[in-house]
């Protein structure tokens, strides 16, 4: 049973500053790529950045100059620094990662349960 979860989101002002974790837990052999991906109120869930396991980074054109993903891969845990935070990147943070378990030969995608940052003064 392998699980994910996230952490880090708030309440921040315009022009803030957070950052968010996500810690893998249980039977892992590997992982793949991590990723990160948000949903605001009334949309589709969107990428927002990526990181493979050779440290290779992909970004949302959104995003890109404001945040920064990194992985730690002793810890299983992947990382979102956002800065010069706006309106509208409120939304619910949800982390990926594809992850080779105990049970099978191959990577399967796993998702946190997301975690809230909401950008309003």
């Given at each position: ?46 990428l ?11 970004y ?61 003064s």
């Open positions: 049973q392998v699980q994910l979860v996230e952490s880090g989101g708030g309440l921040v002002q315009p022009g803030g500053s957070l950052r968010l974790s996500c810690a893998a837990s249980g039977s892992i052999f590997s992982i793949n790529a991590m990723g990160w991906y948000r949903q605001a109120p009334g949309k589709e869930r969107e927002v950045a990526t990181i493979t396991s050779g440290g290779s980074t992909n949302a054109d959104s995003v890109k100059g404001r945040f920064t993903i990194s992985r730690d891969n002793a810890k299983n845990t992947v990382y979102l620094q956002m800065n010069s935070l706006r309106p509208e990147d409120t939304a619910v943070y949800y982390c990926k990662m594809g992850i080779i378990d105990g049970s099978d030969y191959y990577a399967k995608a796993y998702w946190g349960k997301g975690t809230l940052v909401t950008v309003s």
